[in-house]
């Protein structure tokens, strides 16, 4: 194995990862995900090499059912251009921040010049993205005040990642202030699913810290941006826009600590054989392939990444007791495998190391095992 230390290389290794499959640009989602998962070093890869999941997965023979259905993205564009285009954030950011902005003058950053493709055209927005953002922060009669469809970076296991933003940005007296727009619906003030609230807060707490960070190269205060975000989305079932606070000090920290405590990705890269690719249409060799990445499954990866059924497979086909959950792999550390716990509650066989009467032990590996599976099933495991 060689070692992979300098950016070229880094890029190189991770191009061959990819092979010859359409890359995936990021987003705060994937960010926000990945960092509940932090021992996973297949998902560190697999973001990295900009893989798109859920067509490796497909690939894999373990498709995850879509996270949006194609009405479902349907309604948010519409309610996108609603919100924009019909003047719905002037006033929900006069209402919301007590802003005195007298009109939006937008900026589209999405166009890039013609051939230029992949990590190359993100870099480019990121770029631009830059620009306008020391435009607005330098002159308040910058030709707009309104960035749609930025490219933010953000460090992330040593390395910088492209975020195509689906939040807007925008610039008031010299400060920067993040929105979101979700078209999913808040019923008499209480959001229908109040997971996605906390989602886009975390999501929120992304865009916050790339353009922090930004500024900081820019040579601005990062205090510039405000960690107060606005969070427009749907009055009731229809498509009325209403509109929320959110104070994402606290995500913030959470991010930024997780960020630090990440592995670096050279180290992980440098682990892997110098063969390795997930450009391949076999099934199984894809598998045997995806295998030689360190994975960690946990039931809660069946609601936050695309890979899950594919890596679940993975732990049952080894019989792991990974399937079964963080708190169980804890509870059960001594053993590998399903079938090793499953024996010693049988026979009550008590491991070298290990203190305590053969009945006790049993019957405490045995309500271990019965809570981690009520844990698998309560999280769309299979029973
Ligand atoms: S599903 Fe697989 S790749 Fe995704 S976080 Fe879980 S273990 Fe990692």
């Given at each position: 194995m060689s070692s992979v230390s300098d950016h070229d290389h880094i890029d190189a290794v991770l191009d061959r990862l990819r092979g010859a499959q359409p890359p995936k640009a990021g987003h705060a989602r994937d960010v926000a995900a990945d960092l509940d998962h932090p021992g996973c070093h297949l998902r560190a890869v697999l973001d990295a090499a900009a893989i798109d999941k859920a067509a490796l997965a497909a690939r894999m023979g373990h498709s995850m059912p879509?996270?949006?259905?194609?009405?479902?993205?349907?309604?948010?564009?519409?309610?996108?251009r609603i919100v924009v285009e019909e003047g719905h954030l002037l006033a929900e950011a006069r209402k919301q921040l007590h802003l005195d902005i007298s009109e939006a003058r937008y900026k589209d950053l999405s166009d890039v010049p013609q051939g230029l493709r992949g990590r190359a055209a993100l870099k480019w927005r990121a770029q631009r993205t830059t620009d306008a953002l020391a435009d607005m922060l330098t002159d308040p009669n910058a030709a707009y005040n309104i960035l749609?469809?930025?490219?933010?970076?953000?460090?992330?296991?040593?390395?910088?990642?492209?975020?195509?933003?689906?939040?807007?940005?925008?610039?008031?007296?010299?400060?920067?202030?993040?929105?979101?727009?979700?078209?999913?619906?808040?019923?008499?003030?209480?959001?229908?699913?109040?997971?996605?609230?906390?989602?886009?807060?975390?999501?929120?707490?992304?865009?916050?810290?790339?353009?922090?960070?930004?500024?900081?190269?820019?040579?601005?205060?990062?205090?510039?941006?405000?960690?107060?975000?606005?969070?427009?989305?749907?009055?009731?079932?229809?498509?009325?826009?209403?509109?929320?606070?959110?104070?994402?000090?606290?995500?913030?920290?959470?991010?930024?600590?997780?960020?630090?405590?990440?592995?670096?990705?050279?180290?992980?890269?440098?682990?892997?054989?110098?063969?390795?690719?997930?450009?391949?249409?076999?099934?199984?060799?894809?598998?045997?392939?995806v295998a030689k990445v360190d994975h960690h499954y946990t039931p809660g990866c069946l609601s936050s990444c695309s890979m899950a059924r594919a890596c679940r497979q993975?732990?049952?086909?080894?019989?792991?007791?990974?399937?079964?959950?963080?708190?169980?792999?804890?509870?059960?550390?001594?053993?590998?495998?399903?079938?090793?716990?499953?024996?010693?509650?049988?026979?009550?066989?008590?491991?070298?190391?290990?203190?305590?009467?053969?009945?006790?032990?049993?019957?405490?590996?045995?309500?271990?095992?019965?809570?981690a599976h009520e844990a698998y099933v309560d999280a769309g495991g299979v029973a």
């Open positions: 879509e996270e949006q259905s194609p009405a479902a993205l349907r309604r948010g564009n519409l309610f996108e749609r469809h930025p490219v933010t970076t953000l460090r992330r296991s040593g390395r910088t990642c492209y975020l195509e933003q689906d939040a807007l940005a925008f610039v008031v007296g010299g400060r920067l202030y993040v929105v979101e727009i979700k078209s999913f619906a808040v019923i008499a003030g209480v959001p229908n699913e109040r997971s996605h609230v906390s989602q886009a807060a975390r999501q929120s707490a992304v865009y916050v810290l790339s353009l922090q960070q930004a500024l900081m190269e820019l040579g601005f205060d990062p205090d510039v941006v405000s960690t107060t975000t606005l969070l427009i989305t749907a009055k009731g079932y229809g498509l009325t826009p209403t509109s929320h606070t959110l104070d994402v000090r606290n995500e913030l920290k959470a991010l930024s600590r997780r960020l630090a405590r990440r592995t670096k990705l050279s180290t992980i890269l440098d682990e892997l054989p110098d063969d390795l690719t997930f450009d391949i249409n076999d099934p199984d060799e894809l598998a045997e392939q993975r732990c049952l086909s080894g019989d792991r007791l990974d399937r079964l959950g963080q708190n169980v792999r804890s509870d059960l550390g001594v053993f590998d495998t399903v079938a090793d716990a499953v024996h010693a509650a049988r026979t009550g066989a008590v491991p070298r190391g290990i203190t305590g009467t053969p009945a006790v032990f049993a019957a405490d590996v045995t309500a271990a095992l019965h809570l």
